[in-house]
């Protein structure tokens, strides 16, 4: 997965689960305790492996990066 450059300096965590949040989107938990939303809205942002038990459990240590353990340590 790419991330947006504008976004500053980030550390690439493994998936460990994911949860919905309150509005019914996709969330993914990190290794380091942080979140952050995997969406599936097309055009935007194509993540159809979101909508099925299976396309999620396929990314379980997949890496995202993770700008909060940046910004955290600032």
């Known amino acids: 997965m790419q991330?947006?450059?504008?976004?500053?300096?980030a550390i690439p965590q493994a998936i460990v689960?994911?949860?919905r949040d309150e509005e019914g989107h996709w969330v993914a938990d990190l290794a380091c305790g942080h979140t952050q939303h995997v969406r599936?809205?097309?055009p935007?942002?194509?993540?159809?492996?979101t909508?099925?038990?299976e396309g999620r459990a396929s990314r379980?240590?997949?890496?995202?990066d993770c700008v909060k353990c940046v910004t955290e340590r600032r």
Do not use: M, N, S, Y
Request: proline share 7%.
């Open 3 to 9: 991330r947006d450059e504008c976004a500053g300096p």
């Open 51 to 53: 909508q099925t038990a």
């Open 40 to 42: 599936h809205d097309p």
């Open 44 to 49: 935007w942002q194509v993540r159809e492996w």
């Open 17 to 19: 689960g994911f949860h």
């Open 60 to 64: 379980i240590g997949t890496l995202l």
